[in-house]
């Protein structure tokens, strides 16, 4: 659950992340990663979580669309999302900030 909140607060703002992005990072699938952000997301930029698609369920868009707004992140003519090919974090830069951020983690 940490290594899914850890690298979702990773994603810059403006930006967007599908889940299997953030499962991949982080060893996971991306319905775990679905369920962890439905059940400990709401202290991470939950919003920049999205569907490969850019698409997020109408309940959670309209709560997403003032953080969307406040980022520069655009609605999609179809309402449903934002476009993940123009939104999308680079991977390459979100792993990176992911494994420092975990680097950074006190160990055991």
Same mark, same amino acid.
């Given at each position: 659950?940490?290594?899914?909140?850890?690298?979702?607060?990773?994603?810059?703002?403006?930006?967007?992340?599908?889940?299997?992005?953030?499962?991949?990072?982080?060893?996971?699938?991306?319905?775990?990663?679905?369920?962890?952000?439905? $059940?400990?997301? &709401?202290?991470? =930029?939950?919003? @920049?979580?999205? /569907?490969? %698609?850019?698409?997020?369920?109408?309940?959670?868009?309209?709560?997403?669309?003032?953080?969307?707004?406040? $980022?520069?992140? &655009?609605?999609? =003519?179809?309402? @449903?999302?934002? /476009?993940? %090919?123009?939104?999308?974090?680079?991977?390459?830069?979100?792993?990176?900030?992911?494994?420092?951020?975990?680097?950074?983690?006190?160990?055991?």
């Amino acid at each position: 659950m940490e290594r899914v909140l850890l690298a979702v607060e990773q994603i810059p703002a403006g930006r967007v992340a599908a889940y299997g992005v953030i499962a991949r990072l982080v060893g996971a699938g991306p319905r775990q990663v679905g369920r962890i952000m439905r $059940e400990y997301g &709401a202290f991470v =930029p939950w919003w @920049r979580v999205t /569907s490969a %698609a850019g698409d997020l369920p109408p309940t959670l868009l309209a709560n997403a669309r003032p953080h969307w707004d406040a $980022e520069g992140i &655009a609605v999609k =003519p179809n309402g @449903r999302g934002c /476009s993940y %090919a123009h939104h999308a974090v680079d991977e390459n830069e979100l792993v990176a900030a992911v494994h420092a951020a975990l680097a950074a983690l006190p160990s055991d």
